[in-house]
T-cell receptor, first 112, second 112 residues
Framework: DADVTQTPRNRITKTGKRIMLECSQTKGHDRMYWYRQDPGLGLRLIYYSFDVKDINKGEISDGYSVSRQAQAKFSLSLESAIPNQTALYFC???????????FGPGTRLLVL | QKEVEQNSGPLSVPEGAIASLNCTYSDRGSQSFFWYRQYSGKSPELIMFIYSNGDKEDGRFTAQLNKASQYVSLLIRDSQPSDSATYLCAVRYPNTGNQFYFGTGTSLTVIP
């Protein structure tokens, strides 16, 4: 089984809809991240969490919110989706004191 | 503003040649530098990282840091067709809560 999973893997939604992307990990890492990837813009950090009670905004947090329900689960919400939130979204985990980030398989989101 | 810049390529090299990838960063205080590989349709995976105190070699890969000019390079020796991918440079900036900033990636094609 994959260590970092994301659901759904693909999603099409309409402008104004609320949508949640979920990330789960079995690696036991305390740090979790949400990124989006756009052609020509690379990976950009949306939110990150160092533990259940420590959540921080990243470079592009506007229009997004997150919830760290447990050490293993980190969800990203788009309260009212807009077309420019169409992107590939990645969750990542990292263990404290170590450098390697482990990425999930990604969620491809299309907002019409 | 924290910036990480890469030439998007594409960079093409013949099999067996040395591929050289470069990345520039904006903050002199950066101390951690990362190279990720991303195959088409897949998630990024860490190849190697270096700190500001030195270069690193790992098999066919060498990461080098030039602090004075603020750039990081990745050399791939004896390039193989399986090295064809997009290579992402990332920098961790300590004054931003240790956030990771990624470049847009360089596409590498190794021609058999």
């Amino acid at each position: 089984d994959a260590d970092v999973t994301q659901t759904p893997r693909n999603r099409i939604t309409k402008t104004g809809k609320r949508i949640m992307l979920e990330c789960s990990q079995t690696k036991g890492h305390d740090r979790m991240y949400w990124y989006r990837q756009d052609p020509g813009l690379g990976l950009r950090l949306i939110y990150y969490s160092f533990d259940v009670k420590d959540i921080n905004k990243g470079e592009i947090s506007d229009g997004y919110s997150v919830s760290r329900q447990a050490q293993a689960k980190f969800s990203l919400s788009l309260e009212s989706a807009i077309p420019n939130q169409t992107a590939l979204y990645f969750c990542a985990t990292r263990d404290r004191g170590l450098e390697t980030q482990y990425f999930g398989p990604g969620t491809r989101l299309l907002v019409l | 503003q924290k910036e990480v810049e890469q030439n998007s390529g594409p960079l093409s090299v013949p099999e067996g040649a040395i591929a050289s990838l470069n990345c520039t960063y904006s903050d002199r205080g950066s101390q951690s530098f990362f190279w990720y590989r991303q195959y088409s349709g897949k998630s990024p995976e860490l190849i190697m990282f270096i700190y500001s105190n030195g270069d690193k070699e790992d098999g066919r890969f060498t990461a080098q840091l030039n602090k004075a000019s603020q750039y990081v390079s990745l050399l791939i020796r004896d390039s193989q067709p399986s090295d064809s991918a997009t290579y992402l440079c990332a920098v961790r900036y300590p004054n931003t809560g240790n956030q990771f900033y990624f470049g847009t990636g360089t596409s590498l094609t190794v021609i058999p």
